[in-house]
């Protein structure tokens, strides 16, 4: 729990704020942008939130995240925005909030497939009402890792709901009780309307899902850069080979969505060929010496 005598000098007075456990995983900054703010190694309240709105984007943002590093002398809402998780980002697409330390605040997802069933994409910390809100959706078909990091507390969610792990094989040791191991390089079908793209880079074992909704979740081979207003990669967090990021996203330029899912990093939604063209700057920018990150 945020201990306000250890909150961050940054913080403007008020309600809520953000204490020195902070990890500057950014969710806070992602899920109310208009209160949390970048403190250079941290995040800070920078407007106290005043409006329904406001407040109640901020009480998610308690519940979000990864290391309650979040104080707030609105219990009775923070409370009540359990209920607003999972939330829903597109039609059959939802974000699940409840970030794990263990992924370092990385996001979470469920994603319907064509035939009805719900799938997640990477998990969250356990979160009992979560839980309660995955049981009214109809439960969970699988669970689909993009990668090593971000495994949290999947095998949990999938003994719940007798869910099998989908991960690949060059990631498997990070979920050895995988029902599913994705080998080679080549597209698979996971559910129908749902395809695993393999994007080794990141880590070897990196993939990627595509909705035929229009929706890539990418795990944290791709973002939206707020800082730089595009999208983008980095070396400083490429742990296994940026020479083969660079191929992976290539094959991403011919994939037909507009709207992008990370696992950290801003969200974007660029329709009319914009994700192609930010693909393309992108390319051009990593086959350079370096890249801004």
Same mark, same amino acid.
């Given at each position: 729990?945020?201990?306000?005598?250890?909150?961050?000098?940054?913080? *403007?007075?008020?309600?809520?704020?953000?204490?020195?456990?902070?990890?500057?995983?950014?969710?806070?900054?992602?899920?109310?942008?208009?209160?949390?703010? @970048?403190?250079?190694?941290?995040? !800070?309240?920078?407007?106290?939130?005043? #409006?329904?709105?406001a407040l109640?984007?901020?009480?998610?943002? %308690?519940?979000?995240?990864?290391? /309650?590093?979040?104080?707030?002398?609105?219990? @009775?809402?923070?409370?009540?925005?359990?209920? #607003?998780?999972?939330?829903?980002?597109?039609?059959?697409?939802?974000?699940?909030?409840?970030?794990s330390r263990?992924?370092?605040?990385?996001?979470?997802?469920?994603?319907?497939?064509?035939?009805? #069933?719900?799938?997640?994409?990477?998990?969250?910390?356990?979160?009992?009402?979560?839980?309660?809100?995955?049981?009214?959706?109809?439960?969970?078909?699988?669970?689909?890792?993009?990668?090593?990091?971000? *495994?949290?507390? &999947?095998?949990?969610?999938?003994? $719940?709901?007798?869910?099998?792990?989908?991960?690949?094989?060059?990631?498997?040791? &990070? !979920?050895?009780? +995988?029902?599913?191991?994705?080998?080679?390089?080549?597209?698979?079908?996971?559910?129908?309307?749902?395809?695993?793209?393999?994007?080794?880079?990141?880590? +070897?074992?990196?993939?990627?899902?595509?909705?035929?909704?229009?929706?890539?979740?990418?795990?944290?081979?791709?973002?939206?850069?707020?800082?730089?207003?595009?999208? /983008?990669?980095?070396?400083?967090?490429?742990?296994?080979?940026?020479?083969?990021?660079? !191929?992976?996203?290539?094959?991403? $330029?011919?994939?037909?969505?507009?709207?992008?899912?990370?696992?950290?990093?801003?969200? +974007?939604?660029?329709?009319?060929g914009g994700?192609?063209?930010?693909?393309?700057?992108?390319?051009? $920018?990593?086959?350079?010496?370096? %890249?801004?990150?």
């Amino acid at each position: 729990m945020a201990t306000r005598d250890r909150a961050v000098h940054e913080n *403007v007075p008020g309600s809520f704020f953000v204490d020195d456990t902070c990890i500057d995983c950014d969710t806070c900054r992602q899920v109310a942008p208009l209160t949390f703010i @970048d403190a250079d190694g941290h995040s !800070a309240v920078q407007v106290q939130p005043e #409006d329904p709105t406001a407040l109640r984007a901020a009480a998610r943002a %308690v519940l979000c995240c990864p290391t /309650n590093s979040i104080g707030s002398a609105h219990p @009775d809402v923070v409370k009540l925005a359990q209920g #607003d998780l999972p939330e829903q980002i597109t039609d059959g697409v939802w974000y699940c909030g409840w970030t794990s330390r263990h992924s370092f605040g990385a996001s979470s997802y469920l994603v319907r497939a064509g035939d009805g #069933d719900l799938w997640m994409v990477d998990a969250p910390r356990w979160a009992p009402s979560l839980v309660a809100a995955i049981e009214r959706l109809g439960g969970l078909a699988g669970i689909f890792l993009t990668h090593r990091d971000d *495994v949290a507390d &999947a095998p949990r969610y999938a003994e $719940r709901f007798h869910a099998p792990l989908v991960i690949h094989a060059r990631d498997a040791d &990070a !979920a050895p009780t +995988a029902a599913r191991v994705i080998t080679g390089d080549d597209a698979v079908t996971l559910a129908p309307g749902l395809t695993i793209i393999p994007v080794p880079g990141h880590t +070897a074992g990196s993939q990627a899902l595509l909705s035929d909704r229009g929706v890539l979740f990418s795990g944290d081979h791709l973002w939206w850069s707020r800082r730089i207003g595009a999208l /983008n990669a980095s070396r400083e967090v490429c742990w296994h080979s940026w020479e083969e990021q660079t !191929a992976s996203m290539r094959r991403l $330029r011919d994939l037909s969505f507009d709207r992008l899912l990370p696992g950290h990093g801003g969200r +974007a939604y660029l329709p009319d060929g914009g994700m192609r063209q930010g693909l393309d700057a992108l390319i051009a $920018r990593m086959q350079r010496p370096m %890249v801004e990150s």
